[in-house]
């Protein structure tokens, strides 16, 4: 059972506009949420993170948004730059314990 | 420069074979972990380990085997007994972020293709 889900395998936005890409998870205890983002043939890069006492965290042009209440969260890049073409993981943890990651979402930023 | 060093970055390996993947780090992080990376399945979690000479069992851990003899070293066995062993492997190790976040660090990974 999976308990992170990422259900848009793929996205594609026109450079300058803003990315939204979303993640719902199952459990309840989780406390903390990370976003990580990966190039083909390397290891994920932490972007940004979130507590589950907090709803917004912002860190240049990476905004997260997380709402309890639906078990979803949600990073924002804006303005998606090419450069920002990856694939993104959601990963959530519970009691700093090991991280739960979802099955990712392919951004593709075009001209 | 501190980091994660997995060797090999390729490998390729008989039916049958035992493999080793190796993972070092520099960054004194004290828990190490391996995940595996399929087509459409994400990162999916082999075995962890939070301290020297102990380690836990993750998701996937069967037709695997790791061992923590030193702080900066964390190997991973595939033994012949992992049914579908070719996948991309990933080592990470970890600190807790200033806002208390299990942040994992990655190294390169290892594709290991098996003939």
């Known amino acids: 059972d999976q308990q992170v889900k990422q259900n848009s395998p793929s996205l594609s936005v026109q450079e300058g506009r803003i990315s939204i890409l979303n993640c719902d998870y199952t459990?309840?205890?989780?406390?903390?949420f990370l976003w990580y983002k990966k190039y083909p043939a390397e290891g994920p890069t932490f972007l940004i993170s979130i507590s589950s006492i907090k709803d917004k965290n912002e860190d240049g042009r990476f905004t997260v948004f997380l709402n309890k209440s639906a078990k979803h969260l949600s990073l924002h890049i804006v303005p998606s730059q090419p450069g920002d073409s990856a694939v993104y993981f959601c990963?959530?943890?519970?009691?700093?314990?090991?991280?739960?990651f979802g099955t990712g979402t392919r951004l593709q930023v075009f001209p | 420069d501190g980091g994660i060093t997995q060797s090999p970055k390729y490998l390729f390996r008989k039916e049958g074979q035992n493999v080793t993947l190796s993972c070092e780090q520099n960054l004194n992080h004290d828990a190490m972990y391996w995940y595996r990376q399929d087509p459409g399945q994400g990162l999916r979690l082999i075995y962890y380990?939070?301290?020297?000479?102990?380690?836990q069992k993750g998701d996937i851990a069967e037709g695997y085997s790791v061992s923590r003899e030193k702080k900066e070293s964390f190997p991973l066995t595939v033994t012949s007994a992992q049914k579908n062993p070719t996948a991309f492997y990933l080592c990470?190790?970890?600190?807790?972020?200033?806002?208390?976040?299990?942040?994992?660090?990655f190294g390169a990974g290892s594709r290991l293709t098996v003939l």
């Open positions: 990963a959530a943890s519970e009691n700093t314990d090991k991280l739960i």
């Open positions: 380990s939070q301290i020297v000479n102990d380690f």
């Open positions: 990470a190790s970890s600190y807790d972020s200033p806002s208390g976040a299990n942040v994992l660090t």
């Open positions: 459990n309840s205890m989780f406390d903390y």
